[in-house]
């Protein structure tokens, strides 16, 4: 049995998070928060709450325990275009001296360039639960977890606004949270897609926190500090077109088809058989 401290948020507000790999013309979303930017939320909200040598502790707590999401019962992801300014960079310079001093004059006084990127935002309904494993941590810094998750007010990219609702102590995690794809599922429980979720790595490392401090002139390495693990989702995709895909919780699409609500609910509404 492992012990579990399980934390329930309302999205407010579109989630994106881009994936690692992704690159920041195309950035496409994960479809749930990632461990890390979970744990990087909880440190934040400590630091807001008290001061930063209590975030620091906060982050020494969590940082390699493992943190799973049951996502809110659907997901509609809008594929947009938008416009952003990126850093104006000279790559090469002209061979004539004179234009190259021009072309480095023009990039110092106009330091960004406007362009378009593809990004993902994503729409849920529903709750979202985050599951934090809290074995062998005293009952004072479980309910210390509880307080400071309660202050966590977006999880992904700033905006990706939540509002708390409350938090529950488990001894065994509820079906249709996310799943390492190392591990062996407790029941049968059904996912439908896979995504790589980022954790925190090398957490023996005695400078891990300056690393996340983004004041600090110490990175983050990928694969290093910053690990990717494949995980499974339980969302199903239902539909898709050119703006949008609309996704299902497992649990929620196994329900309908069983008490008909889909047949019902297309005679109503072709266009979409699943909205209310």
Not at 128 to 143: H, M, R, Y
Not at 192 to 205: C, E, H, I, K, R
Not at 209 to 236: A, C, G
Request: hydrophobic share 35%.
């Amino acid at each position: 049995m492992t012990d579990w401290l399980i934390l329930h948020y309302r999205p407010t507000t579109l989630f994106t998070l881009r994936m690692t790999h992704a690159t920041s013309s195309g950035g496409k979303t994960l479809l749930v928060p990632s461990p890390y930017a979970f744990k990087l939320a909880m440190v934040d909200a400590a630091i807001r709450a008290k001061d930063v040598e209590f975030g620091r502790q906060i982050f020494e707590l969590i940082k390699g325990r493992n943190v799973r999401f049951r996502p809110p019962e659907r997901a509609v992801v809008n594929n947009t275009f938008i416009k952003i300014l990126r850093k104006r960079e000279l790559k090469k310079p002209d061979k004539d001296p004179l234009i190259a001093e021009r072309q480095r004059k023009f990039v110092a006084s106009n330091p960004f360039q406007s362009t378009i990127a593809y990004r993902e935002f994503c729409y849920f309904e529903g709750t979202l639960s985050v599951a934090l494993e809290v074995d062998g941590l005293e009952e004072n810094l479980i309910n210390t977890l509880a307080v400071v998750g309660a202050h966590v007010n977006y999880l992904g990219k700033r905006g990706s606004f939540v509002q708390f609702m409350k938090w529950e102590r488990r001894n065994k995690l509820p079906d249709y949270f996310t799943l390492p794809a190392n591990t062996f599922p407790e029941g049968p429980v059904d996912y439908g897609l896979g995504q790589f979720l980022d954790d925190v790595g090398a957490v023996d490392a005695s400078d891990l926190f300056d690393r996340i401090n983004t004041y600090s002139e110490k990175r983050v390495e990928l694969n290093k500090h910053r690990i990717l693990v494949h995980n499974l989702i339980p969302y199903r995709q239902l539909k898709s077109s050119r703006g949008y895909t609309e996704y299902v919780r497992c649990d929620i699409l196994l329900k309908n088809q069983l008490t008909g609500i889909r047949h019902v609910k297309t005679q109503n509404h072709p266009q979409n058989p699943l909205h209310e």
